[in-house]
């Protein structure tokens, strides 16, 4: 099964950008689905944005035309492109793909973004 792991996350200030990145122990170009979620404290886990083998990409209403989601499938890795971030934005970033049943259950550690207002 392959192994996530994401990098990029930190303390930002509204306005500003991060870059998220998601780092797969192996090729990530059979994995038709991956994504990020997010999860807030007391809140669940919701989804931010996927992206699929081919490119085509979903985002929730709150993070459109701000976030950019992209994979370099030769790189085995997935990016967040988050811009004019907000405070609302502040959660810990989890990177999500298929296992090799089409099921999405494997997740990375989870990163840490804060935006402060």
């Known amino acids: 099964q392959v192994q996530l792991v994401e990098s990029g996350g930190g303390l930002v200030q509204a306005g500003g950008s991060l870059r998220l990145s998601c780092t797969a122990s192996?090729?990530?170009?059979?994995?038709?689905?991956m994504g990020w979620y997010r999860q807030a404290p007391g809140k669940q886990r919701e989804l931010v944005a996927t992206?699929?083998?081919?490119?085509?990409?979903v985002y929730a209403d709150s993070v459109k035309g701000r976030f950019t989601v992209s994979r370099d499938n030769a790189k085995t890795t997935l990016y967040l492109q988050m811009n004019s971030l907000k405070p609302e934005d502040t959660a810990v970033y989890y990177c999500?793909?298929?296992?090799?049943?089409?099921?999405?259950?494997?997740w990375g550690q989870g990163t840490q973004v804060t935006v402060s207002s």
């Open positions: 992206i699929t083998r081919t490119g085509n990409t």
């Open positions: 192996r090729s990530i170009f059979s994995i038709n689905v």
């Open positions: 999500n793909a298929e296992n090799a049943y089409g099921i999405r259950d494997v």
